[in-house]
């Protein structure tokens, strides 16, 4: 695997993703030393309890904002997953200039800090909210698609490359809908903000594995997104609070009736694979690696991935499976 005998550094690594990663690799994989960034002295504090005596692992307090701070953070480093954003919709569209610095400014400080450094290889997150966004954080998760993207076209003679990985909604994480239906269900009334609003959804576990690969496939440059499935809110409702009353409570700022991974716009440059699909760099001028290519297909001409056309509807009994696996405990859904 890629990390073996890697040094590997996560930026955002107290968050949900990054401790999910962090103990995945250090499991299943075997870096050489793995290295949680991020700017919570007190997750961090928990962290290294958690992790007593595990002598791959690393704390550097620090924020993505402190371009000084990364290149210090990444001297020696092999590998970069960029997990630190700021992602709470409602609240991006109150502070936008915070949410700016943060996962626009902060993924230009990565990227020339990387290649500065010698990173070899850094895969950042994304969100299907950067598809077509309509609110500040997705159009902020774009605009750093972008710049990772093009930061391939700024490396010159060195050897480091950028890709990214796009999914959507992550179940049971945190500012997830499915913790508050499991919590009103209790009362009686489940709040909905329109009926007939969709979602992608994958679990922390699937999201993970999707990074990891990236690092195996990447050339540079691509967007991966996999295929998942969607669910409508009403049916999600149903199946976690059955005989619930529904109270329509309107859409908050910033949030779509529908999600998209993969807009009409992008089609010409999407290859699909088995289980994903590759958004290929609209230009490319550096050189091309081994990676997926000579793989896949390409997809019709108004090809579109959007949560309400999406053919894989998710079933209750795999959201009782998704449930479990993220919950680590057996889940009350509803049966049809």
Request: aromatic residues 8%; neutral net charge.
């Amino acid at each position: 695997m890629a990390f073996t005998n890697k040094v590997v550094l996560v930026t955002g690594g107290t968050g949900s993703f990054g401790q999910k990663f962090v103990r995945t690799a250090l499991e299943r994989y075997n870096p050489k030393k793995l290295i949680v960034y991020s700017r919570d002295e007190n997750k961090q504090s928990v962290m290294m309890e958690d992790y007593s005596g595990e002598p791959r692992l690393r704390f550097f307090l620090g924020d993505v904002r402190d371009r000084h701070r990364l290149q210090r953070a990444l001297d020696g480093v092999d590998y970069v997953v960029h997990a630190a954003a700021l992602k709470q919709v409602p609240m991006g569209e109150y502070n936008p200039i915070e949410v700016i610095r943060t996962n626009i400014m902060g993924a230009a400080h990565l990227i020339d800090a990387a290649i500065d450094k010698g990173v070899q290889k850094v895969v950042a997150l994304s969100t299907d909210k950067a598809a077509n966004p309509i609110n500040l954080y997705g159009a902020t998760k774009l605009c750093a698609d972008k710049l990772f993207v093009a930061g391939n076209s700024y490396v010159g003679s060195r050897r480091t490359r950028f890709s990214v990985v796009r999914y959507g909604n992550v179940v049971g994480s945190r500012g997830s809908v499915i913790p508050l239906f499991q919590k009103m269900r209790e009362t009686g009334v489940i709040p909905i903000t329109d009926k007939r609003m969709t979602r992608f959804w994958i679990t922390l576990d699937q999201g993970v594995e999707l990074c990891m690969r990236a690092f195996e496939l990447m050339n540079g440059g691509e967007i991966f997104v996999p295929k998942i499935p969607s669910m409508s809110l009403v049916d999600l409702a149903e199946a976690i609070a059955p005989g619930c009353r529904h109270e329509v409570v309107g859409i908050r700022p910033g949030e779509k009736l529908h999600e998209v991974l993969i807009p009409s716009d992008e089609a010409q440059n999407v290859v699909e694979l088995d289980d994903l699909y590759v958004i290929r760099p609209a230009f490319q001028v550096w050189e091309d690696g081994n990676g997926w290519h000579g793989q896949g297909r390409s997809v019709p001409a108004d090809f579109c991935f959007a949560s309400n056309t999406n053919p894989w509807k998710l079933s209750r009994e795999e959201l009782t499976k998704m449930l479990e696996e993220s919950c680590g405990q057996p889940q009350v859904v509803a049966r049809t």
